[in-house]
């Protein structure tokens, strides 16, 4: 039996793939053409619906990455109303709140998606800037309307607070005398 990480990977190798790799995965689903195997690595899941983050990543196994790795799904968006063109972009008892408006992915000049930066929100301060989500969604010049609204998605846990609480916490007790330097 091969050794498995909790990411469905073999142990040693790593799923770090380039913008325009995630994109050609999300086209391969939405056209169901080129063959590009998924398979454990890139969940589908709907990140749109009742669970919060840190719930879905509790689902998946991401307690069991190592630092810096993220989880993959294909979701699909669901529009504020049946003929408007505003997403509902709402999670559990929260919202993904976008950073910006999107970047391009372009690959020899040719614009394949766009990748949206959004991060969680729901009022409790201690999950404020911990959740990030990279939208990637395909240009319609690509596949016209992508009818089913599909687009893949990274959740990545940003540890950074709780990197610098740990690091306040341990420079007050250096100060003041509890731990030697």
């Not at 056209?31 to 690595?41: A, D, K, N, P």
């Amino acid at each position: 039996m091969e050794d498995m990480d909790g990411g469905g990977m073999m142990v040693g190798i790593r799923f770090k793939p380039s913008d325009a790799m995630l994109i050609g995965y999300l086209y391969s689903k939405v056209t169901g053409t080129g063959g590009l195997h998924h398979g454990e690595i890139i969940k589908e899941f709907d990140l749109y619906g009742e669970k919060e983050p840190w719930e879905i990543w509790e689902l998946f196994g991401g307690d069991n990455l190592q630092q810096g790795q993220d989880l993959y799904f294909f979701t699909q968006l669901k529009r504020k109303s049946q003929n408007g063109s505003r997403i509902n972009r709402s999670v559990g008892n929260g919202t993904w709140m976008s950073e910006d408006s999107g970047k391009p992915i372009t690959y020899s000049g040719l614009t394949l998606g766009l990748k949206k930066r959004l991060r969680y929100e729901n009022g409790m301060p201690q999950q404020v800037g911990r959740w990030i989500m990279h939208e990637y969604s395909l240009d319609s010049n690509l596949v016209g309307n992508n009818g089913l609204g599909y687009v893949l998605c990274r959740i990545r846990k940003n540890d950074r607070r709780e990197d610098k609480r740990r690091k306040l916490n341990t420079d007050t007790a250096t100060e003041l005398g509890l731990i030697a330097c």
